[in-house]
């Protein structure tokens, strides 16, 4: 897919610098052809060699190495490149673009290139938040420089936080969007995420634990393959995604509406949200009194599926649900799959550790129409994103 692209891979120190090197085998095993050029803080996370040895070419380090100079030259190398990429981009090299300070090879290379630029930051959550940096990252960005957004999670400083390096495959994702070679330019996904509440009376509500996570990473992933990206959220507490349309819904009904008037132009539809079966029959106008009363029978009514009526009119749109099991996984999935009239129905086991809700980590099982089913080892719902859609872009009429 990469094939004659240039891409210069730039590294600076950060602790997430050992993961530049799987994003490297990405680009290379897409055809890029990639020049590292590390930092000297860089060098002391990860050596050049491993670098070196992935990519198949020398890697650069010095500014002032004639030999070097001479074979690649900083000029020739930002001339050559398709994509500059930075992956992990310290708050440092961040601030020093931002000011028009080249002090290295990699500062001067992105000074003096007239290509697309592309920051993957990884930092601790405070100094992302910190002004002086977000002051930097603005000024950049109003200036045509691209940036990813960090993943949330546990940071080597022992903060949780904004700030973690994305998954290299969400990385290599956004280059693959900058050097114009994605699969989903042209096309619109619609994505829906989290719970929906179902209202008792005006303070109380029924509900479930679905976080939004699982749904918002498919969201981002498929905007970073370039698709039109339409997420129906259910309420959570997570930040819309930037280059996303949002459509903010409560209750199973709302959710139902705003899909039904949206899927019309959708290639691809994923629900991936936890949708109320049951609303109460009737919703009090007033907080609901306790009184004397013992024990309360609260009467419930069927909500729409959703994903069924969009089975019913399936077309040819690829159509994903999600199976949240909490016991016969596999034959609950499947008889979902067929009833719902899906292509592809991803498993999952709430129970298991590592899997569900809430967590940044899913384990997962896609079954297909064909009776295959691929096992997924636990990774992150970054990582299930990206092979979902790879599967589901496999799934899609070619021409
Ligand atoms: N779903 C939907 N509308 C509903 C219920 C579910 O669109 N009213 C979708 C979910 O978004 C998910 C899939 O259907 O993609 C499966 O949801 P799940 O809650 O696992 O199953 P149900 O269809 O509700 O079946 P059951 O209650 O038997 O588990």
Partial sequence: MLQGKCVVLGVSGGIAAYKAAELLRLLVKAGAEVHVVMTRNAQEFIAPLTFQTLSG????????????????????????????????ATANLVGKVANGIADDLLTTTIMATRTKVLFAPAMNSNMWSNPVYRQNQTKLEG????????????LACGWQGPGKLPDPQVIFTAAQTLLGTNELSGKTVLVTAGPTREELDPVRFLSNYSSGKMGYAIARAARNRGARVILISGPVNLPEPAGVETIQVVSAQDMFQAVMAQAGQADLIIKAAAVADFRPKLRGAQKTKKGTAEALTVELQRNPDILAELGRQKGKRILVGFAAETQDLLKHAREKLVNKNLDMIVANDVTQEGAGFDGDTN??????????????????????????????????PSG
Avoid: C
């Fill in 143 to 154: 200036l045509g420089y691209h940036f990813i957004e960090p993943a949330y999670g546990d």
């Fill in 57 to 88: 070419n020398p890697v650069h380090t010095d500014l002032f190495n004639l030999i070097q100079e001479q074979e690649i030259g900083h000029i020739s190398l930002a001339d050559r490149a398709d994509l500059v990429l930075v992956a992990p």
């Fill in 363 to 396: 384990i997962v099982r896609l079954l297909t129409g064909d009776g295959k089913i691929e096992e997924l080892p636990q990774m992150s719902k970054d990582g299930v994103a990206e092979i979902l859609l790879d599967r589901m872009i496999a799934l899609l």
